[in-house]
């Protein structure tokens, strides 16, 4: 199911906000609009968010009364600032911007052709990521076998891409493959994408999903109740794969238990110019541990620390599922040479 | 700081499901009032239910107009029926209210040396629970170097028992004798009673604490700011230690990251009878999971698996500090064979 599509210069999306107690849909008619979604979180998920981006600039230039090219592209880069300055540090948004604008600087012709031109690349960016995901997908459902049940962290699901997923994509060509699995999924605190998104998501879809909270992951493996994990990844560098909050002790807890942890993540996903102890790990704000939604949970003004991701040692992946192939333990001492 | 006061035939005790946002007393002066502060957990924590159920018996003594002590016994028998039947699953309410009936029944003497001998015994139950958590909090407090910093899960602190806790009992006794440490407390979903209750209790007392989501341990711990991990428990048997769900994995992931994990209860909590494999995990309802309050986090009618407990292996632990000595993993193997 494609979570944004281009329909005669509107832009369709789910309102990610509203899930899952609601499934409304967006409108997207202008850019301002655009920029709200991103801001306000109703459009999440890195690829997505570069879908979303390059989308952001076609609607610009659909609606652009324009005379001349030059014109035109000065309304697009305004365009493309704005929906940069939304999230300053997603770098998919940048991407998605940046790769529109960067066919619309190199292109020649006259105004409508431009216009055609830029909705034509931002409609790319959709269909490479869609093609991308099922790639993953049908290179990590081998792996999976009839039966397994396979615990997820976070939401690298549909919702986060254009179509299909990314750890999600894997569990849905499984399933699809005729493979009756079963999924558990960490609820993922503090933002709870898992119960949000995740356990949304496969519910809809029809694949059994059982809910638990992050710190039950360790008394489902005890028990036998995991086959394999399977996550995504937000960058993986030469000796760590960074992902959502509470990935490393997942990882930590299927090693123990000898349990696989596969990552699926596409290629853009490798950072090999760095180590982990090289990034930073941004910290958010302390509201998102002391509160869910507006209930507040703990006592006023105590201290918190909230790192968004953590990174978890090569050591505990057993492999990393691409579009073009899988790697394994043997593969990854090239990484530190920044080679795939 | 007492948690459960007799003031002439009133029972003082916080509301802690105001907390950690308000602090309210409750001053229970019928066993009506008592069983509904049980059953809505207004007065919850093992050691503290109790002293609870006995106080509960001694109201019913206080209030009671009875002429002979035949009419006083069955009164008092009433009213421990009533205590018990508030959670039908708490043991402490059993052995509180038994201990004081117990007493009441082998006395000898008339209706007012009766009640005395009722409340006397439920005060007893109240200062022996408070001394036992002090002579814990002296036993561990050893353990504790100057400069640490120690990770929690759930709330083994004052607001479980009478007065002084038994994990938190340990931290407070340390902090007590002038060491300087600071204290990493997991929210321990889905109740939260680290971020309501032990984050409270702490600040409360000065005592540094800062919050982290569950999911969260695992990267302090890989970043070295942990240095030992304390905990309290439900029930320890042969092979295992039984505690709020999510202790398991905290286990775990000390172990790997070479972090000592200490266990501080009771030795009443010992049930030597038993193994983990015997022992049947209660589980609890799917709302604790899909909501937080009255906020809903998951989609309508999604499966759950919501276990109240885990057991940890007696590999994973350290040390057991009781308040009569600290068991090492030296003195584990006698547990088979039913010695303490």
Sequence with gaps: MRMIKWQNGTVITPDQTKLPLQEATLEIKTVEQMAEAIKTLRVRGAPLLGAAAGFGVAIAAYRSKAKT???????LETA??????????????FWGVDRVLGKAKTFSGGVEELKAAVIEEAQKIADEDAAQ??????????LIEDGDTILTHCNAGELATVEYGTALGVIRAAWEGGKKIKVIADETRPLLQGARLTAYELKRDGIPVTLITDNMAAHVMSKGLVDKVIVGADRIVQDAVFNKIGTYGVAVLAHEHKIPFYVAAPKSTFDLSCKAADVTIEERKPEEVTHVGCQQTAPDGVAVYNPAFDATPLKYVTAIICETKVYYSKDFPAFKKGKL
Tied chains: 1, 2.
Aim: no cysteine; proline share 3%.
């Design 80 to 93: 493309g600032a704005l929906i940069k300055a939304q999230r300053p540090t997603a770098v998919n948004l």
């Design 69 to 75: 090219t030059k014109q035109l592209l000065a309304e």
């Design 133 to 142: 995901n099922r790639a993953i997908g049908k290179n990590g459902s081998v």
